[in-house]
């Protein structure tokens, strides 16, 4: 099954935005998310009535917001899964000492941050895969690595695909990735030879020149009976008079099949 997949930070609605607020926005947003068709959309940094719109325009997937405390301060990764997949399951918890509780944060986190997941699945899927969307924090160093552990935990007690995507506000060679790695996933850029120059830069601040470092990921961590084969993928630097975000979207496409073994006689079984 080939299945193609977009992290998004969409940048909050914020007054402040006087030259790129969500209302010039919006519309463009919608227009890349169908153009590009991916069958999962990871969106960071989305309010309630962010994700309300996108919710109402997007009529072929699946908004999961699961028993969510609708907060429409909150800034939440969302998941946009496509109608065509089964959801098994779908949980969230907040990145904190109390996962359970809303809007918890400890160490030196400026802002409240969460994983929201899904177990999802199609006819040729049965045993399904998880996909997950996060947000680390932007300021707090020891905050970020210890969102990055509580995730890994959390994946490495799955016995299954785990597919990871979000804005992890460190670029590609710092703790949080080696956390990462070190937990069994592997980074999608990496896979398919990307280099880590300015040309990888996802953060932009809505110049469309890249800031700060590689800081948004699609992240694999292989487990059971299925394997995860990275075709292409890349960054989409849209330019224009309004960007639709001051991120660029990251997209992947993967090949997911059954593993195979090969028998005594080197036949694949």
């Known amino acids: 099954m080939i299945l193609r997949l977009m992290t998004l930070n969409l940048r909050f609605e914020n007054e402040g935005d006087i030259e790129h607020p969500w209302e010039k926005r919006k519309h463009i947003i919608r227009e890349l998310i ?5 069958d999962i959309l990871g969106t960071q940094e989305g309010r309630l009535r962010q994700l309300a719109y996108l919710e109402m325009f997007l009529g072929d997937y699946e908004v999961k917001m699961p028993k969510r405390t609708l907060d429409p301060l909150s ?29 918890s944060m400890d160490w030196d986190s400026a802002f409240p941050r969460m994983i929201s997941w899904a177990h999802i699945g199609t006819g040729c899927l049965p045993e399904g895969i998880i996909v997950g969307v996060t947000h680390l924090d932007n300021k707090g160093v020891l905050a970020r690595q210890r969102q990055a552990e509580i995730i890994s935990r959390w994946a490495q007690g799955i016995n299954g695909t785990v597919l990871l995507m979000g804005d992890f506000n460190e670029g590609a060679k710092g703790e949080v990735h080696r956390i ?10 990496e896979v398919l030879g990307g280099k880590e120059g300015i040309e990888a830069f996802s953060y932009h601040g809505f110049s469309g020149e890249g800031k700060l ?3 948004d990921w699609i992240l694999i961590r292989q487990s059971g009976s299925l394997q995860v084969r990275v075709l292409d993928g890349g960054f989409l630097k849209l330019k224009g008079d309004v960007y639709p975000s001051d991120h660029f979207p990251y997209t992947v496409s993967l090949e997911i099949s059954p593993k195979t073994s090969v028998d005594q006689h080197g036949e694949r079984v």
């Open 213 to 215: 470092g590689r800081i």
């Open 75 to 103: 800034q939440y990764p969302t998941l946009f899964i496509k109608n065509r997949f089964w959801v098994k399951r779908s949980e969230e918890f907040w990145l904190s000492k109390t996962p359970s509780v809303h809007l």
């Open 34 to 38: 169908l153009e590009s068709q991916p």
């Open 180 to 189: 990462f790695l070190e937990a069994g996933f592997f980074d999608t850029w």
